[in-house]
């Protein structure tokens, strides 16, 4: 990820940047970060989790799925702005309703899934799962498609584990119900 110098940017200034020049972007304390797009096989196994998460969701009317670039403020102000590669919010959280077409949320989701591209810097990545829980997410699942594990981390409790292909993952009490094998996310 490149960074682009820019004087103290809030998320409202994000919202007002020009869409379709094909970058991608958060913001970290104030700060635009480009983002390169996505790798093919990241798009399918963040889309694949999205299908399995929003099917998992709408048939027991539990909450809402959402895909990557949906930004949420991170740290209690508008200078943080992350975006997952797909998030789940529970309708106690957020109900059903209209929301607003423009805005990001202050609301943690439930769940937060990372997906990892070759090119993503471990430190990166680690900032990311540290920040999530900080946030009040309580489930992060990060997804490695070439070695098809995912990294289970639970919340603030500290606790993770390594999952395989063979492995079941599942919801727990943050997405009640919700069980496949590991390896369902690395279907094409």
């Known amino acids: 990820m490149a960074d682009i110098r820019a004087e103290m940017l809030t998320g409202d200034d994000l919202l007002k940047m020009p869409s379709g020049m ?35 969701t709408s048939q027991r009317k539990i909450g809402r799925v959402v895909g990557a670039e949906t930004g949420f403020y991170t740290r209690g102000d508008k200078k943080t ?8 919010i529970s309708y106690e959280k957020l ?9 990001y ?32 997410v309580r489930l992060v699942w990060v997804a490695y498609p070439e070695s098809q594990r995912v990294h289970v981390f639970a919340g603030h409790s500290g606790q993770s584990r390594i999952l395989t292909a063979p492995d079941k993952i599942t919801g727990g009490d943050v997405l009640p119900g919700f069980e496949v094998s590991v390896s369902a996310f690395f279907e094409d």
């Open 105 to 136: 949320l202050n609301i943690a989701p439930d769940l937060v899934v990372e997906v990892v591209s070759p090119g993503d810097r471990a430190g990166e990545i680690e900032q990311k799962i540290q920040e999530w829980p900080n946030f009040g």
């Open 22 to 56: 094909g970058e991608r972007y958060e913001l970290i304390d104030g700060e635009l970060i480009t983002m390169t797009p996505a790798s093919f096989q990241h798009g399918l196994v963040a889309l694949q989790i999205g299908f399995l998460l929003k099917t998992h």
């Open 81 to 88: 702005v992350r975006a997952p590669d797909v998030a789940y």
């Open 95 to 103: 109900p059903e309703g209209p929301l607003p077409a423009d805005a």
